[in-house]
């Protein structure tokens, strides 16, 4: 008899002794979770941190390039017979080797647009030819310059400007959406890439000989 209650105690003081050990186990892994969880929550953090900070100097960055850009045109017409034009943009800050979109030489700039008509307002993709020695800016069909759509002579050119979206009618890119003012009309181009518009704009406010302003 004194023997079964001795095993019993035995098996009783076994049995708490594993229920013991079965809890603290638990107790470590409930510990080694909650650990866990908060070195990632530590590292979600600084991750969230590191890229808020990334954001805020991409900002700021950005806005310093929008202070310190020159404006998208110079309204300065050009009357030299010297003149450089291919130099002139590489001066202003354009990399036309880059810029596949256009054709640069000394006298002409060559590259497809696409305009708004005028009596109907749909867009059509032409090929742009500015012409320093004709002093015209001629459109075509396409790019062999064998069927003439139109002709805008230097003469007639007033303002060359960022639409701004408030005149384009439906443009199909209204932020590539840039305006030549004639005396007898506005004419809306897209250009295909950011980079081709400033190019388009600067090249043709050079044969703005409409806008007097400042000219003596």
């Given at each position: 008899?004194?023997?079964?209650?001795?095993?019993?105690?035995?098996?009783?003081?076994?049995?708490?002794?594993?229920?013991?050990?079965?809890?603290?186990?638990?107790?470590?892994?409930?510990?080694?979770?909650?650990?866990?969880?908060?070195?990632?929550?530590?590292?979600?953090?600084?991750?969230?941190e590191?890229?808020?900070?990334?954001?805020?100097?991409?900002?700021?960055?950005?806005?310093?390039?929008?202070?310190?850009?020159?404006p998208?045109?110079?309204?300065?017409?050009?009357?030299?017979?010297?003149f450089?034009?291919?130099?002139?943009?590489?001066?202003?800050?354009?990399?036309?080797?880059?810029?596949?979109?256009?054709?640069?030489?000394?006298?002409?700039?060559?590259?497809?647009?696409?305009k708004?008509?005028?009596?109907i307002?749909?867009?059509?993709?032409?090929?742009?030819?500015?012409?320093?020695?004709?002093r015209?800016?001629?459109?075509?069909?396409?790019?062999?310059?064998?069927?003439?759509?139109?002709?805008?002579?230097?003469?007639?050119?007033?303002?060359?400007?960022?639409?701004?979206?408030?005149?384009?009618?439906?443009?199909?890119?209204?932020?590539?959406?840039?305006?030549?003012?004639?005396?007898?009309?506005?004419?809306?181009?897209?250009a295909?890439?950011?980079?081709?518009?400033?190019?388009?704009?600067?090249?043709?406010?050079?044969?703005?000989?409409?806008?007097?302003?400042?000219?003596?």
């Open positions: 008899m004194e023997r079964l209650l001795k095993e019993a105690q035995a098996e009783k003081a076994w049995l708490i002794e594993s229920k013991e050990r079965e809890m603290e186990a638990k107790k470590q892994a409930l510990q080694e979770e909650r650990n866990r969880r908060e070195q990632l929550e530590r590292r979600l953090q600084e991750e969230t590191r890229r808020q900070q990334l954001i805020e100097k991409e900002v700021k960055m950005r806005e310093k390039q929008r202070s310190q850009a020159r998208l045109t110079r309204y300065l017409p050009v009357r030299k017979e010297d450089d034009l291919r130099t002139h943009i590489e001066t202003a800050g354009h990399n036309v080797e880059t810029c596949y979109h256009v054709s640069l030489t000394e006298k002409t700039c060559r590259g497809f647009l696409v708004m008509g005028g009596k307002k749909t867009w059509k993709k032409r090929w742009f030819v500015f012409d320093r020695t004709k015209t800016l001629s459109y075509y069909a396409d790019k062999h310059e064998t069927k003439l759509k139109g002709v805008i002579y230097f003469q007639a050119i007033e303002e060359v400007y960022y639409d701004h979206l408030k005149s384009a009618h439906k443009s199909p890119n209204p932020l590539l959406t840039f305006s030549v003012k004639t005396r007898d009309r506005i004419f809306y181009m897209v295909p890439s950011p980079e081709t518009m400033r190019i388009w704009m600067d090249v043709i406010v050079t044969g703005a000989e409409g806008y007097t302003q400042f000219m003596v």
